[in-house]
């Protein structure tokens, strides 16, 4: 049977290539097994079954239910678990004492309100937003009373029951503790130091590819729609991770909480290290990654500059970016080393960089304007235009300009990058294409008709901000730059506060 | 003790009002509630705990886990809950009789082993991304297989025991199933389409206060970085609903997952209904905010726009925003009501509010670039800048232009709206020092001595760029616009689906 085994095999593969991956997936793993193991030999075998009794079967779903990945979460969870069971246990023999008290025909209608009580108030306190962390905690509360005080109820001695039911899940939580503290322990904390670093990577790639797609994107493989709102942009690994690191707020801080439950291990060797940190530096890289997210939706735009315009700008674009990464990756490598460095030559270089690509754009703005304003106002309107060495010079014709949608950049761009002459009108007759394919809904006439609108008017309106829009990928990444040097001074501040090795 | 009380008083409003925001909140508790009484009764009662014995109290635990805030996420907990105890019963079950046809000394080993390796199996596939959702039944697998086949090991006749067992788990089951959607059932489907809507209107919202903000902010209010950062917009409430909307992804998955196991209800009455449209929709709202979110940044950028050059384009940025905030509300009502309609006569009203922007910026082009681009440049330089019409007049002196940061923008913004005369200067004064204030750590020197740093092309430079920052807004709204086209195609698309009534 090769046909019908070729997909088991395939999934073989998968299953090996997904434990390969991060090879804690199969301690962790092995782990449960041990810990279910430990807890039920003390059932298999005689001499402990007799001293515990049947209650011990419940130390085996301590187990089962407490067992995390982490041990951070491990000790987060048994908190709870232990808390939640010992206020169920302290209030179940409390309402037993009462209702004993009470008599016999009144008992069961106390235990039942009781339990009413019981359900209805913790199941609304884990709704609270300030106590949802403690979710699992309500649910402890909530199943440890009933099977308390109803078994109490019907098999005698309460507080034997309670008691018992105690032991057996002191030790099932025990066991669970020491195994996954002591076999291959998996630290939370160490998860949350590589994720961090991980995360400087994913954004500085994330930037380096939009940038390179952008400037190497000549409107030949404009995206379909589907693509660009269904988020399976398989060309772009890089995105997919930056858009995970920004995704990933609420786990960053599920594990940084664990990791504040885990003693000092491993190079993390101070008491109190600031775990909180992390997640700051977290925040501003994300917040810096959130120019990289409108960087890639100005790249995916429906509005785009043209070729020969964004390959005007290239070296500077691309210099900075380049700058930028390499910074990022810098901040990160020195987190990964534990090392403390200013990176004042990196940031240096970056910021020169970025105020070489200002310059240049400030030099070359009037290639980002259409070449029409002057007769379009109104005579009226005074125009400042200070120009008091060269007077302006080599004036195309109008009809030129009516001819090619956006020839004036042509000639401009040769003093920084020769253009592709060759694919040029190819370049002109696709953008020209995508300009007209905008409003994708047919727009009959405008609700005022005083609006000049002719299609001449149109084309040139669109022109003009498919050139603005280079103009909006470069200020975001000058933005992008800008929250770099907040970056640089959190990353500087959780050195700092986790004693990193100084290193000038 | 009044003094002792207050903070108890204060506590019990909050409580009060966290109750009284949504009554579901109050009608979930004590659902719970009744349903744990009415299956204590069970035990409570003497007849019926005579027949089901004492496994009848994992009818509670049942009620106390499976029990879910939803309809739609009981019955797929409840999925979880009887597959996952089924196929640990049968497993159970064909083990113990294999152990015991092996012989007494073999017996414990088989289970012990058995035990392992169901522990380590289930905890390995649950962390398997696609067999995630079902974490909860894996945990199910493995407490019910080592509870089972530990106590039909100790306690005799294994089935005897899982039978018991799944009888009084199918009780707690089918308990809070009635009770869950017979009893002033919460619908998942409901909750979907109410978020849908509030979605629509956030995001309507966020785009309206963000652009009112940009209008009105004069520079005196430059945000603290801390601030920007650490996300704490206090007096931006609608941009905490839109970033909510943002993070709400992985919610909005979780709820039509388990709208789908609901059967028809309430409006929504056919079967098969196309929840899954509602989270394309959602995708495409999002896709809508993400747009919003780096107005946002722009909003909050270090470098931008003088006052005075925002106040210029004014009116055509607000009635593009109110028009496009007005389309997003409409398409929010009528999802609410269930009606299809195509909204032709706002969509043209959006598209011509936004082509007037996009004629305005065109035609005030110039005002976005700085006014030395043509001294500055190298003179062999073809410049194109076709005025057939009228040459360049009124020309400025450079001396002006040194003198005060932006004043060329001054008497074009006349033309558009009247400038607020008296706070010029100050503006001015704000404006430059925020110039300054970049880059916040000194560069000393640059790497390559050949380029020109003195402090007046500095901050012509920056000058130029924060000219820029407004084209980067308006490019940021029109984009917003274009994605708005693709929103009611996917809102046409659900309405079609889910059968809204028509109305032209």
Known sequence: DVVGESPARKWIRDVWQFAKEDMNRITFSLKVGLAVLLVS??????????????????????????????????????????????????????????????????????????????GAITSFMKLYPSLVPYEYGFRVILFSY?????????MGNPIRTAMDRMYSIAIGGIVTVLVNSLV?????????????????NAVADSLEE??????????SSHPEFSK???????????????RATLNSSAKFE??????????????????????????KVGAVLRHCAYEVMALHGCLHSEIQAPYNLRCAF????????????????????????????????????????????????????????????????????????????????????LSQVEESGSNNEKPNSDDTKPVQGDSYHET???????????????????????????????????????????????????????RLDHLVDATDLLAKMAKFKEDY
């Open 41 to 118: 030999l003390l059932i298999l075998i005689r001499a402990p079954y007799e001293v515990f009794g049947t209650s011990i079967i419940w130390s085996t779903l301590t187990v089962a239910i407490m067992f995390e990945y982490t041990v951070g979460a491990t000790f987060n969870r048994g908190f709870n678990r232990a808390l939640g069971s010992l206020l169920a246990g302290i209030f179940a023999v409390t309402v037993m004492q009462v209702a004993m008290a009470c008599g016999q025909i009144a008992e069961p209608y106390i235990i039942a309100l009781s339990i009413f009580f019981v």
């Open 146 to 154: 009933c099977l308390i005080i109803i078994s109490g109820y019907r």
């Open 184 to 200: 291959f322990p998996i630290w939370a904390g160490e998860q949350l130091h590589l994720e961090l670093v991980g995360s400087f």
């Open 210 to 219: 939009c940038v390179k797609k952008y400037l190497a994107d000549d409107g």
């Open 228 to 242: 660009t709102v269904m988020d399976d942009f398989a060309d772009e690994p890089a995105f997919h991770k930056c």
């Open 254 to 279: 599920a594990v940084a909480n664990s990791a504040k439950w885990e003693p000092p291990h491993g190079r993390f060797r101070h008491f109190f290290y600031p775990w909180s940190e992390y997640v």
């Open 314 to 397: 290239q070296p500077e674009i691309l210099d900075a970016t380049n700058q930028a990464a390499e910074l990022l990756r810098s901040l990160g490598k020195d987190i990964n080393n534990m090392k403390r460095s200013l990176q004042t030559n990196l940031l240096k270089r970056v910021h020169s960089s970025t105020e070489r690509l200002q310059r240049s754009i400030d030099m070359h703005s009037y290639l980002l304007t259409s070449s029409h304003e002057i007769q379009d106002c109104p005579p009226k309107l005074p125009i400042s235009q200070p120009s008091n060495t060269i007077t302006c010079t080599s004036k195309d014709s």
């Open 428 to 482: 002109m007759r696709k953008q020209q294409r995508r300009l007209y394919s905008w409003p994708s809904r047919e727009v009959d006439d405008y609700e005022d008709g005083d609006v000049d609108t002719d299609v001449l008017q149109k084309m040139r309106t669109f022109e003009s901000t498919t050139a603005l829009s280079l103009a909006t990928f470069t200020s975001l990444l000058i933005e992008f730059v800008v």
